[in-house]
């Protein structure tokens, strides 16, 4: 095994709550380059994120997924609201399908889309975009931690890298690698990390992506574990296998101490 050592991070849900920056950049994406009849842009929309958007935050995997949630709560007619999103939820992939079939839409335009987003605002304001990310502190101690200790860190997210290592810079974070979407699944950049490092560790706030990695024989050695503080849904914490535990911010520190 090598001996080099690092220890992998999801991004959004773990290093910092990016839930402001997604409403308020998909909301964005929406009025500036969706085109869509069926939404009313109303300036307030800015100010706050709706509950529905949170409570259905946790059935996301990727960025694209957003923009269709903000297009559906903002709708003119029969909009997607907290007393109807169950029925939304049940079928969460299949009503992200059906959206984008009913609008002709491609979900990687869509994901371009939010990209552009994110560029016109890094170009207008990039302070007050940075500041749409609250980052969890503990967590980036915890890194700088692990740099003390000589272990190399790296973050595996579904945002795009460019935008996920803008926000690392301003918090003095320099991981060893950061993957974002463009590089394919996070269970294929954790095999190809496997062959060059002993991972020590990947902590993740989305249940299926541990439960892939732990199922995978490529990859089912390495140390899962699912961010308590993250976009869990409510059903997440039940009946986790052995392989993946439960990780609270205050248990950090016992997690420093093993990695000798």
């Known amino acids: 095994m090598s001996s080099q050592k690092i220890f992998l991070f999801d991004f959004d849900g773990v290093i910092v709550d990016g839930m402001q920056e997604y409403w308020h950049s998909s909301l964005l994406a929406c009025e500036r380059y969706l085109n869509s009849p069926k939404i009313t842009i ?9 509950n529905s958007f949170k409570e259905i935050r946790p059935w996301v995997k990727y960025g694209w997924e957003m923009i ?8 003119t007619e029969n909009p997607l609201k907290s007393d ?23 979900a990687e335009d869509i994901q371009k889309m939010l990209d552009k987003s994110r560029n ?9 975009w940075v500041n749409l990310h609250k980052p969890f502190f ?15 860190t ?10 996920a290592e803008k926000i690392l810079k301003q918090l003095n974070i320099f991981p060893e690698f950061i993957f974002g979407y463009e590089s394919g ?13 002993e991972i020590l560790g990947f902590i993740e706030d989305r249940k299926k ?50 990695q000798r």
Not at 42 to 50: E, I, M, R, S
Not at 68 to 75: D, F, G, N, T
Not at 121 to 127: A, E, G, N, T, V
Not at 154 to 163: A, D, H, L
């Open 42 to 50: 109303d300036q307030k929309l800015y100010q706050g994120v709706p």
């Open 68 to 75: 269709l949630i903000v297009h559906e709560i903002i709708k």
């Open 84 to 106: 109807n999103k169950d029925d939304f939820i049940n079928n969460y992939h299949q009503n992200c399908q059906r959206i984008l079939n009913e609008n002709s839409w491609i």
């Open 120 to 128: 016109y605002q890094i170009d207008k304001d990039f302070k007050s």
């Open 138 to 152: 503990e967590i980036i101690n915890f890194m700088k931690e692990l740099s003390k200790r000589g272990i190399k």
């Open 154 to 163: 790296g973050v595996i997210t579904t945002k795009g890298k460019i935008f």
């Open 185 to 197: 699944t996070k269970i294929k950049i954790a095999e190809k990390l496997t062959q060059t490092y």
């Open 209 to 258: 992506t541990l439960i892939d990695i732990k199922q995978n024989s490529e990859t089912s050695h390495i140390p899962c574990f699912l961010a308590d503080w993250g976009y869990l849904k409510e059903s997440d914490k039940n009946k986790l296998s052995n392989e993946i535990k439960l990780l609270k911010l205050g248990n950090l520190g016992e997690l420093v101490a093993i």
